[in-house]
């Protein structure tokens, strides 16, 4: 199975990362966990780009708040498919990174999920990654019939409340 690559900008990052993590590890899917940034560390982000095909990565997630360039970065440098998330910042809750993560240039694509979005961006890899492993794409559909279970519970439960 291909590997996941995951960037952070900052490890102040690493709660969001820690949600996409978290789902990775549930579906049984190889990862690895790097801090490189698009402007402290502008050649370290390249060549793991760069290079990323070669070691075994299917999917690269990169999560970035502020300025949020990495997405945008790491894609330029890979035909791979490059997952960004927006991260809450202070100064403008997030919306800054939303937007510079969403708006990349024509030619050089980055999916971008909502701010702090890092369950939604382990599941949009694995689905990226499905399309080639079936054993993959049956655990993701059991893991849809698993929260449809949890959510017709709910609603019994308000059901006996009410």
């Not at 900008?9 to 709660?15: A, E, H, T, Y």
């Not at 060549?47 to 075994?56: P, Q, T, V």
């Not at 498919?81 to 991260?87: D, K, L, M, S, Y």
Request: hydrophobic share 50%; proline share 5%; charged share 20%.
């Amino acid at each position: 199975m291909k590997k996941v690559g995951i960037v952070m900008g900052s490890d102040s990052d690493l709660p969001v990362i820690r949600k996409a993590v978290d789902q990775l590890k549930a579906l049984e899917i190889p990862f690895e966990v790097h801090v490189y940034s698009a402007h402290r560390t502008p050649v370290e982000a390249r060549d793991f780009a760069l290079n990323a095909r070669e070691a075994g990565f299917g999917v690269l997630i990169a999560a970035a708040g502020m300025a949020a360039h990495l997405a945008g970065a790491i894609a330029a440098n890979t035909t791979l498919p490059v997952i960004g998330i927006p991260c809450k910042s202070a100064a403008l809750d997030g919306v800054d990174a939303l937007l510079a993560t969403v708006q990349m240039p024509s030619g050089i694509p980055v999916a971008t999920v909502a701010i702090d979005g890092g369950t939604n961006a382990a599941l949009l890899a694995a689905q990226i990654l499905a399309v080639e492993d079936p054993k993959l794409a049956a655990r993701l559909d059991q893991k849809r019939r698993d929260d449809a279970a949890k959510v017709l519970e709910k609603d019994a439960t308000i059901l006996e409340k009410l």
